[in-house]
């Protein structure tokens, strides 16, 4: 027994002890490690168990199963991360192109802002210029009424002669200018305003060729003197002699020459100029 303690191993062999049933000793036995696989072969590694196997082939599925589901994560990430991305950049390109849109409406909202005050500016004016129209057509047709009342429904009174819409008194008194308008006043008439060439041949006649006051005055403004009618307007026609037509304060119109043109006359305190008169009204 002692020898067989210092004899090599057999590593061979795998040595199992187990008790017998009443305990009264221990049965050893004896397992082969190797076995031959085949008539010519080495030595083989005898296989493991099938529990440890079925272990070993769990734990291999489970980590292809996590390596699997973790490719998969990635990938799905990545599809995200690579829709994200694409959605952003055309969020942003319709965030610029809104931009854009925006400030064009802005601007175009400012220019319709401008031309929109501009046109109430127009409209203002437009409307000043209407009521000014307005109110010359009522003037005008008053006119033209006051002369159709002269022409169809009234007739010149005795000693008075008609031409065109107005009628014409020649006196055969002699008074100064200011008599000779106070006189055409109480007639309803003024001295005669002559405004057409025409007028002023049918005055020149009516005159026949004499000197007769017509309403034509000097009067000085700012320092300076102008001719203008009885009822102050001014001359839209004239039919001066030569070296009369310069007014000076005090002087009145005459009508007319032998050649049918207009005079003037002064008065003053110490002079008074008499002549006859023509009206009209």
Request: hydrophobic share 25%.
């Amino acid at each position: 027994m002692s020898s067989d303690i210092y004899a090599e191993p057999d590593l061979s062999k795998k040595v199992r002890y187990s008790r017998k049933e009443d305990g009264a000793e221990w049965e050893q036995r004896e397992v082969d490690i190797y076995e031959s696989a085949d008539a010519g072969g080495g030595p083989q590694t005898q296989n493991p168990p099938s529990v440890l196997k079925g272990s070993f082939r769990c734990a291999t599925l489970g980590l292809r199963v996590l390596c699997l589901l973790m490719l998969a994560g990635i990938i799905i990430l990545s599809i995200c991360y690579a829709l994200n991305k694409s959605e952003n950049k055309r969020l942003h390109a319709q965030c610029d192109k809104l931009n854009h849109v925006y400030n064009d409406t802005k601007k175009n909202h400012t220019e319709l802002q401008d031309e929109l005050q501009d046109t109430k500016t127009s409209l203002t004016q437009l409307q000043s210029r209407y009521d000014e129209l307005s109110k010359n057509h009522s003037q005008l047709q008053e006119e033209v009424k006051k002369l159709k009342e002269k022409i169809e429904g009234k007739w010149c009174p005795e000693e008075w002669t008609r031409f065109g819409s107005s009628c014409y008194f020649k006196s055969t008194e002699w008074k100064t200018w200011p008599e000779s308008q106070n006189h055409c006043k109480t007639r309803g008439a003024d001295l005669v305003m002559i405004n057409s060439e025409e007028e002023q041949e049918f005055v020149n006649e009516l005159n026949m060729r004499g000197h007769s006051w017509i309403g034509l005055r000097a009067k000085q403004t700012s320092g300076t003197s102008k001719w203008e009618w009885v009822d102050g307007s001014a001359l839209t026609e004239r039919f001066w002699r030569t070296g009369h037509e310069n007014p000076s304060s005090g002087h009145y119109g005459v009508c007319c020459d032998s050649d049918g043109r207009w005079m003037q006359s002064s008065e003053n305190n110490n002079y008074y100029v008499y002549k006859s008169f023509i009206c009209e009204k």
